[in-house]
């Protein structure tokens, strides 16, 4: 004879299936929210951090286009384009002193520039992020004197 086992099966409880809730879900989303906020204003900061001395470097490089232009032509231009194109009273032009897109600053902003000067031969001024004199910061100007 044989015996025949029976074999009795136990009820388990449903499997759960595998994944995220939606709560575990907005909590990571809220989570790359913030963590993101953050890095793109420290990035944002960087940034004009970098233009203003990149302004303040491009002044300079300007500033010794001017006297470039002032040593071949005996006075300072008239005006900053007389830098890029021939002016009519410029007998021994040597330019262009720069091209075009020196003339504006990492903002895009034109730099200041007066002839003759109130703090020397010539004033060249880099107005800052705002582009407009005055201002504190990253707005505030810098002039070849200083």
Excluded: C
């Amino acid at each position: 004879m044989q015996y025949r086992t029976i074999r009795i099966r136990q009820l388990r409880p449903p499997r759960r299936s595998a994944g995220f809730t939606l709560l575990e879900m907005l909590a990571v989303i809220v989570l790359i929210g913030i963590v993101g906020a953050i890095v793109v204003r420290q990035v944002g900061s960087s940034v004009d951090k970098g233009k203003f001395g990149a302004g303040k470097a491009q002044l300079t490089t300007l500033s010794q286009a001017v006297d470039s232009y002032a040593l071949d032509n005996g006075s300072p231009p008239a005006q900053l384009t007389d830098l890029v194109a021939k002016p009519a009273n410029a007998t021994n032009w040597q330019g262009p002193y720069v091209k075009p897109t020196q003339l504006k600053d990492p903002w895009g902003h034109d730099f200041g520039y007066k002839y003759p000067g109130e703090h020397g031969n010539y004033d060249l001024i880099f107005y800052g992020r705002d582009g407009k004199p005055g201002g504190e910061g990253y707005d505030a100007d810098v002039g070849n004197w200083q």
